[in-house]
């Protein structure tokens, strides 16, 4: 009878739902998208203890070809240490009326993986071949979190922050949506606090009885996500909900400090400590002790993430499994450096971070990435970075610079984010001489030097190549001047010892016909106009058509870049008018250029300062017009008459 009772309500379903897919529309209705959501539905039950089951519904239907191709394969992603997932039901609702309860087995199996391996799987199920017009339904089951903590059995799928909820859903996606709802329900005695971000529901409606509260929250005609060039993460400008029943960011830090100390993540054994003492035997401040610490993990602890199984997530490896593995992912590194510098000594605790996105003010795990903070003598709170600054001079990384953060310290802490780093701690700076000929042949040298961020970039020469590369690397930047350029000699810093000062870099080159010589004219660009290690110049690859942005959009650093080059010239008495710009001038951007001839010398200068990593939408113009200008004196031509 029970059976009998199931197959009526689907089928009784089913011609609900046909009748939905013949009113979502097509392809005309949807020009850009390959695919519609007709709806997706998540319902959420959370236990006192935490762990949470999951059921989510959703209806497809198929615009394209492409969409079809699309679909034709349902998959979850799971953890199997922190989350249990099952796919319950496939139909497939053909444009011709037929419905197709698709009964293939379903395949699970490790997920494709690429410098971390902590046993991720996938749960598959081939739906084949479909047309525009076609809808799939999937109903498919989770129990558990994204991340792992120590457990066993059903405990594993209780959260790491036992006895609390959070989630993070995104209100957005990349094709339609007509609607999307999130139903929660959470023990009466849990104290939720939720936020909308970037938009606004349809509706939120919060009820209540004796043993549980419910939450619904839901949005209609949901428009695929707009996108532009190096734009933010669409996570910090789409419309998103946060929840999370921890009480404050302070609670949450007390948390990460005491789930790593009780596991003994950062307790130094006797041979660290004994490495540790050799190690900066020879320092003579505490910051050298933990420059010298900080860059060994950075350089010594290879990036590749092993699982430890029962423990893998928010647990730190322990000291001892660290140090012998010598590898590890961002919150291992962390983890042996902190242990490093308790063994020195130092006051050192973990901290989370989020790296390429802005973290919203409800605590919840906003967080993709571990990070170390010292305390210094002085009560500074100091933050390093071993996984970002392998090879680079910084101990906290410029790149992570108007980033939010959150120390776990024995007495919590509020989410703080990294300040702005100036320009001038990222400078590159170039100087030139060089002497043309009658015969429009180029004898010259010019010297770069950089710091910072682009101290790294201009590094890239050595860093990501082996040594007997390093001179065709070195030759390269200088034929992007002129295929005809020749290296007559090329001193450089000692990069195995990158700590000691800034990279600085000194070519003497020449080049034979560069300028191109008439009877009457001389015309040319000076070599450090034309541009030479735009490696260290990001600025110049960001996309610069579209006169305005919607968006905010980030560059790789601030950064500071300083050109003078002298160059001697035959006797030319008078000039068509020399290259010109305007200057830029604002608060975080700022640009000029010029040319002056006097005496068969002709000087070039240039300056630029781009003031941070992340900007508003309102800062393009001006940091357009700045990468323009640039761009123009790279092209335009010295022209000088006899």
């Known amino acids: 009878m029970l059976l009998w009772f199931l197959i009526i309500g689907f089928w009784a379903n089913a011609q609900n739902y046909q009748e939905l897919i013949s009113k979502a529309g097509d392809a005309k209705a949807f020009p850009k998208s390959d695919i519609v959501d007709i709806f997706d539905s998540t319902s959420v039950k959370m236990q006192s203890s935490g762990l949470s089951y999951y059921q989510m519904h959703k209806l497809t239907k198929v615009l394209t070809a492409k969409g079809a191709k699309s679909l034709r394969i349902v998959k979850l992603g799971y953890d199997p240490l922190s989350a249990y997932v099952e796919i319950q039901r496939v139909v497939v609702y053909k444009a011709n009326g037929d419905i197709l309860l698709i009964d293939n087995p379903v395949m699970d199996y490790a997920a494709p993986a690429r410098a971390i391996y902590w046993g991720a799987r996938e749960k598959m199920i081939e739906v084949g071949r479909l047309e525009p017009g076609d809808a799939v339904e999937v109903v498919s089951f989770k129990k558990g979190y994204t991340y792992a903590l120590l ?241 680079v001079r910084e101990l906290w990384s410029s790149a992570e ?106 070519y003497h080159y020449t080049i034979p016909n560069y300028a191109l010589v008439t009877n009457e004219e001389i015309i040319f660009i000076p070599p450090l106009a034309k541009g030479v290690f735009k490696r260290a110049m990001s600025h110049l690859y960001l996309n610069t058509s579209s006169e305005t942005k919607e968006f905010g959009f980030k560059d790789r650093c601030s950064r500071l870049l300083e050109i003078e080059e002298v160059v001697e010239l035959p006797e030319y008495k008078s000039s068509i008018a020399l290259p010109v710009v305007d200057e830029v001038n604002s608060e975080y951007v700022n640009y000029k250029a010029a040319y002056t001839l006097e005496s068969q010398k002709l000087t070039f200068t240039q300056f630029a300062s781009y003031g941070k990593r992340v900007y508003e939408a309102d800062d393009w113009p001006v940091f357009r017009q700045a990468v323009l200008n640039q761009k123009e004196m790279q092209t335009q031509k010295i022209i000088l008459k006899k």
Request: charged share 25%; glycine share 6%.
């Open 151 to 391: 457990g066993d059995e059903e405990d594993k799928y209780i959260p790491p922050m036992r006895g609390h909820f959070y989630d993070i859903v995104p209100f957005w996606s990349s094709h339609p949506i007509l609607e999307k709802v999130y139903q929660l329900q959470t023990p009466a005695d849990k104290n939720l606090r939720f936020e909308v971000y970037h938009g606004e529901m349809t509706a939120i409606s919060e009820k209540q009885d004796a043993k549980y509260k419910y939450y619904t929250f839901s949005k209609k005609d949901i428009e695929p996500v707009k996108s532009e060039s190096n734009m933010v993460s669409k996570n910090n400008v789409n419309t998103k909900l946060l929840m999370s029943t921890s009480p404050d960011w302070y609670a949450k830090g007390k948390w990460f400090y005491k789930v790593n100390e009780d596991y003994g993540a950062f307790v130094p054994t006797e041979e660290v400590k004994i490495f540790v003492n050799d190690l900066i035997k020879d320092a003579k401040t505490e910051l050298d002790s933990i420059s010298i610490l900080t860059h060994w993990v950075a350089d010594n602890m290879r990036y590749s993430g092993i699982s430890m199984g029962p423990g893998e997530g928010y647990t730190l490896h322990n000291c001892e499994m660290n140090f012998t593995d010598r590898c590890g992912v961002c919150k291992d590194k962390a983890s042996l450096l902190i242990a490093m510098l308790r063994a020195a000594g130092f006051e050192s605790y973990a901290a989370m971070t989020m790296a390429g996105q802005r973290i919203e003010d409800i605590p919840a795990d906003q967080f993709n990435h571990s990070i170390t903070v010292v305390i210094m003598r002085s009560g500074e709170y100091k933050l390093l970075d071993p996984t970002w600054v392998p090879g």
């Open 401 to 506: 610079q108007q980033q939010g953060y959150l120390m776990g310290l024995p007495e919590g802490s509020d989410l703080n984010y990294t300040p702005i780093s100036a320009p001038e701690n990222h400078y590159v700076r170039m100087t030139g001489k060089s002497k043309i000929d009658e015969k429009g042949n180029l004898n010259g040298s010019f010297t770069i030097t950089a710091e910072g961020q682009s101290d790294a970039a201009v590094r890239g020469v050595f860093k990501y190549s082996v040594r007997t590369e390093w001179k065709k690397n070195l030759e390269k930047e200088l034929l992007r001047l002129d295929p005809a350029a020749q290296i007559t000699e090329v001193i450089h810093t000692d990069n195995d010892k990158y700590l000691e000062q800034p990279v600085s870099i000194t």
